[in-house]
């Protein structure tokens, strides 16, 4: 009994077919996976915040209820941090490009998009003010100078470090999004 969903023995429909193989392009999505050090350090975080919770249910049953409170607001600053951690990246839709930071979002429609642009770069490594050379996608918009924009996609980030061949992916997927989505 063949399995049509495992095997390539599907028949698709030519004119329905584009470069962006997702159904629902009005969807906010990221168009890469998050990277192992983001996925690791969200996995510790997490972990920190459950034995934080226990440190707050024991406090709960033998000191003030004030206190346990306090830990609890901590344990959940913590799960928030590390949910919004998670969530950072560039998520892409049929409305514009999405750049996700941990404290700011910014959504520039793919009408004020002019080229989106892979160049050998210094960038900052994991975030951090040191610098390395590097890859970075920038963003080219019609209403800002080039250097006013921060790179989209580095290959010294949490999603990209020691993974170039992902970071190439990632960058012309994006790239083909905005082809797409600028082409109509």
Same mark, same amino acid.
């Given at each position: 009994m063949p399995l049509p969903f495992l095997t390539a023995d599907r028949t698709f429909e030519a004119d329905d077919e584009s470069s962006l193989p997702y159904d629902d392009r009005d969807r906010w999505r990221r168009p890469y996976r998050p990277g192992p050090w983001r996925v690791g350090g969200v996995a510790l975080g997490l972990l920190f915040s459950? $034995? &934080?919770? $226990?440190? %707050?249910?024991? +406090? %709960?049953?033998t000191g003030t209820t004030a206190s346990a409170g306090f830990i609890f607001l901590f344990a959940a600053a913590i799960i928030l941090s590390a949910l919004r951690v998670l969530r950072m990246g560039v998520w892409v839709s049929a409305q514009g490009l999405r !750049? &996700? #930071? $941990?404290? &700011? =979002?910014?959504? &520039?429609?793919?009408?004020?998009v002019v080229s989106l642009r892979t160049a050998q770069q210094p960038v900052r490594w994991l975030g951090l003010p040191r610098t390395v050379q590097g890859q970075a996608l920038t963003l080219v918009r019609d209403d800002r100078a080039?250097? @006013? +924009?921060?790179? *989209?996609? =580095? =290959? !010294? =980030? *949490? @999603? $990209?470090?020691?993974?170039? %061949? #992902?970071f190439d992916l990632a960058s012309d997927t994006i790239e083909a999004w905005a082809a797409e989505c600028r082409r109509g």
């Open positions: 459950s $034995f &934080v919770l $226990f440190g %707050a249910v024991l +406090t %709960a049953l !750049h &996700v #930071g $941990f404290l &700011v =979002t910014r959504t &520039v429609p793919w009408q004020r080039p250097d @006013d +924009t921060p790179p *989209l996609l =580095t =290959t !010294h =980030t *949490l @999603d $990209f470090l020691n993974r170039p %061949a #992902g």
